[in-house]
Every structure is written in structure tokens, then in C-alpha cells.
């Protein structure tokens, strides 16, 4: 993303907090701490998305940025919301490294006074709330523009397609741990597109494209390219979940294995005479560091490590494949064809 854009994308989102912070102060102090802490989850991010909105918009031809930053932020506030409600779902109180909403609304509720209970209740209460309004304000970011109905109602389209998508990813990626068995290769990845890769990739792209006023070859292909791109950034992203490096991801290597999460490096280990092994290190809550070093070794011996590796190549490398054709701008390509690269090639 542009510096300019990235600076504009910046101001809008902080004059949106400063004015919901004004509005907040008529109703308490609890109220403002809420968007305070609504404000501090949706900071210091990369802001993949307004760059993947921005970059489909500039790239396909569209000028008015005045337009364009209201998306970017929308799905910004979009991806804010989503994180926030994931770590209730993970009944996390942190991320990397930092307290969140619920753990902010923990720490607020101890300091109040909060017994029991009333402590967990504060910081669900919080956490669920700040994402629902995050979620409103990226839905009426995009009713509010100044544009024609069609190519808005295409807009909200877009969002709602990624919302309803991205929540059937969500519960899928939940109630999968409850398998007995490894799921197939071909259901962890089905599942990694709707969870993140139509939301987070698919989505900002093809909105770029419509408000740009692409053709509809153009629009289909950066789809399909942010799917499949999408897809190769999660597989990649569990890798790191169990073999990165916890200072440099932000992420406990335990995590992914204490959960029993079912990522492509569990459904390749599933079909392995190597199984048997591996599968007490799965979903054991109290796994220890020797015990995961022995689950990676396993899981590098088996073949499951390089398999999800090669798996992630082959979705970044079908997702450039997917760009070339003629109504794909030369200049655009080549920025989403590094974005592919650096979907497989991170340590983070």
C-alpha cells in the first residue's frame, strides 16, 4: 500500500474512534474503555486488507480515494471484528503478547472490584460487543458511499458473502476438533478458504475491482486469486503454529496441538503408518515442550511437514496462474504475484 494510502487509511480510522469516543462518554466510563480497547485491537496490524482493496482499485484503473478508503477501512473494521471474536471463541486474553479486549475488560474488572465469575463475564460481555460494533461500522461504511445502488448493493454483497462464509469457516474450524479421525486433506483446506481466505484476500480484492468499475473477467480472476492465495498464507500460517518460532510468530508452538486442531499437517500425518505415534501429542492439553519436539519430529518424518509445504506452493503458484490473462493491468500482477511469495516464503 502507497505511504499516502496507508496514512489516509490510518486518519480515517482514527477520526471514526475519536468520534464513536465522543459519543461513548455520554453513556459511562465502561463505555469508553470498551473503544479504547476497540481502538487498541484494531492497531498496529499490517492492514493486508486496505492494501489488497487499494492495490485492486489503483491497479484497475481507479483515481478517487475518497471512495476507495472507506472500503479499505471497512474491511479493516471487518478483520477487527473477526479477531476479536476469535479469541472469545479461543478464550484467549491475549495476543501477541498483548492483552486484548477481553483481557483489558479482565484487568478493568479486577480493578473494580469483579468477583467470581463477574470477571469472565466482563470481559466476554466486552469482547463480544466491541466486535459486533466493529462489524456494524464495516457494513455502513460501505451503505454510506457516494456511489450508484448497483455498484454499491455489489459492495455489500461482497461483505455479507464474506461474513456468512467466514462464520460457517469459523464454527467448521471448532467443532472439527471433535473428530476422532484426521480430516482429509481436501476438508482442512475447504475449510481454511471460508474461515479466512474469502474474508481476508478474496473479498478486499474483488471490491477494489467493482468500485473500480473492472470488467467482470477481471473481478472473477482476482476471486480466484484470493482464495487460492489465501489458502497457501493459512497452510503456511499452521506450519508456523507448530514449527515457528514463538518469538517471531507471536503464537505458542503448543497451541495448535494442545487444541487437536485439525490442520493440513494432522490430515497428511492421518494417512501415515507414522499415526499411530503422533496421534496421543494431538489435542493433549497439557503437552509438554519435549512432547512437541517429538510430535515435530514426527510429523517431519512422516512427510506431513513437506507435503503441507508443497501444498501451500502449489495454491500460490495456481493463485499467480490465475492473473494472467489480458484484463489483469501488468503492474497489478506482478504486486499480487509478490504477495504469493510472500504468502510461503515467511517467518511470521
Not at 476469535?86 to 498483548?98: A, E, Y
Not at 481466505?197 to 473479498?203: G, H, K, P, R, T
Not at 484470493?226 to 498464507?233: D, E, H, I, N, Q
Amino acid at each position: 500500500m502507497p505511504e499516502i494510502a496507508h496514512i489516509e487509511v490510518e486518519t480515517e480510522l482514527q477520526r471514526y474512534f475519536a468520534a464513536a469516543r465522543l459519543r461513548a462518554s455520554d453513556y459511562g466510563t465502561h463505555y469508553v474503555a470498551l473503544w479504547d480497547s476497540l481502538e487498541q485491537a484494531s492497531s498496529g496490524g499490517k492492514r493486508v486488507r486496505p492494501a489488497l482493496v487499494l492495490a485492486a482499485y489503483a491497479g484497475l484503473g481507479g483515481t478517487e480515494m475518497s471512495l476507495a478508503i472507506p472500503v479499505a477501512v471497512s474491511f479493516e473494521l471487518l478483520h477487527t471484528a473477526f479477531v476479536i471474536h476469535d479469541d472469545v471463541i479461543d478464550r484467549d486474553l491475549h495476543r501477541r503478547g498483548v492483552a486484548n479486549v477481553a483481557g483489558r475488560f479482565t484487568e478493568r474488572a479486577l480493578a473494580h472490584g469483579a468477583v467470581g465469575t463477574q470477571t469472565g463475564a466482563w470481559a466476554t460481555t466486552a469482547a463480544i460487543l466491541a466486535g459486533d460494533l466493529a462489524l456494524s461500522e464495516a457494513h455502513r461504511a460501505l451503505a454510506l458511499l457516494p456511489i450508484g445502488a448497483e455498484q454499491r448493493g455489489r459492495l455489500l454483497d461482497l461483505l455479507d458473502r464474506a461474513v456468512f462464509v467466514s462464520a460457517a469457516g469459523e464454527l467448521a474450524d471448532v467443532t472439527n476438533t471433535a473428530s476422532k479421525t484426521p480430516l482429509s486433506v481436501e476438508e482442512v483446506t475447504v475449510t481454511l478458504e471460508q474461515k479466512t481466505a474469502v474474508y481476508s484476500f478474496e473479498a478486499p480484492l474483488m471490491a477494489g475491482a467493482v468500485l473500480a468499475g473492472a470488467s467482470e473477467e477481471a473481478i472473477v480472476a482476482l476471486g480466484r486469486f484470493g482464495r487460492l492465495v489465501g489458502v497457501a498464507f493459512q497452510l503456511t500460517d499452521d506450519i508456523l503454529g507448530v514449527f515457528g518460532d514463538p518469538a517471531r510468530t507471536g503464537k505458542s508452538a503448543l497451541t495448535d496441538l494442545r487444541e487437536g486442531k485439525q490442520t493440513a499437517l494432522v490430515a497428511y500425518a492421518g494417512r501415515t503408518d507414522d499415526w499411530p505415534a503422533i496421534a496421543p501429542f494431538v489435542g493433549k492439553a497439557d503437552l509438554t515442550q519435549d512432547e512437541a519436539e517429538e510430535a515435530k519430529r514426527l510429523l517431519r518424518t512422516c512427510g506431513a511437514l513437506q507435503s503441507t509445504d508443497e501444498l501451500a506452493i502449489d495454491h500460490a503458484r495456481r493463485a499467480v496462474a490465475a492473473l494472467d490473462i489480458a484484463a489483469i493491468p501488468v503492474v497489478l500482477r506482478t504486486t499480487l504475484t509478490q504477495l504469493a511469495d510472500t504468502s510461503v516464503n515467511r517467518s511470521r
